[in-house]
């Protein structure tokens, strides 16, 4: 059996209470489960994260569960891009329901050139109804209206929960700087940004 051209790496720490729904949204793409790996990267969790991501070790063609003991998302992430077996490494963050073509529309993207990185549209979903007041817009939904492919310009940025990365290029770069972030319970952001930044000072197209 060939790698696969896309490994979907998903960094989780503490979430086993929702990791299963984005898995299990991994199960039903179009591409078909032999055309990309499933990467999961355990973030120096304490619950029962990684025995909800073995529970699907057995349904995936292509998967691994990696340990990432020092805490931060971009420990987490530097992990996957040494760990990925594909070319093109996509994060997908651990709440994210990936929809039934993502995949297969991923590696379109990838095997017709022109990014370095590139990303898409977020959609909120929740399991339980929020209040009145809350409306979509207060959540991540960039892109949401895009219909094309295309370079985004300087100061845009995809969104670090849907973001594909062509791995090489990434280490060579020197990968997630680990200052920025989230790590722990302790909020912070930035990390895919800064990244970006490099990328294109590096030359790089972001699409």
Known sequence: MNIPQLTVAVCTHNRAWILGDALQALLDQTSGLDNFELLVVDNASTDSTAKVAQMFAALFPFFQLVHEPAAGLSHARNTALAAASADWVCFLDDDAKAAPDYVETALQICRQGGFTC????????RRDPLPAWFLDEYESDAWR??????????????NGGNMIVNKQTVLATGGFDTAYGMCGAATAYGEETELQVRLRMAGHSVG
């Open 118 to 125: 590139f990303g898409g549209a977020i959609r909120p979903w």
């Open 145 to 158: 209206g895009l219909t094309q492919v295309t370079t985004l310009p300087p100061g845009q940025y995809v």
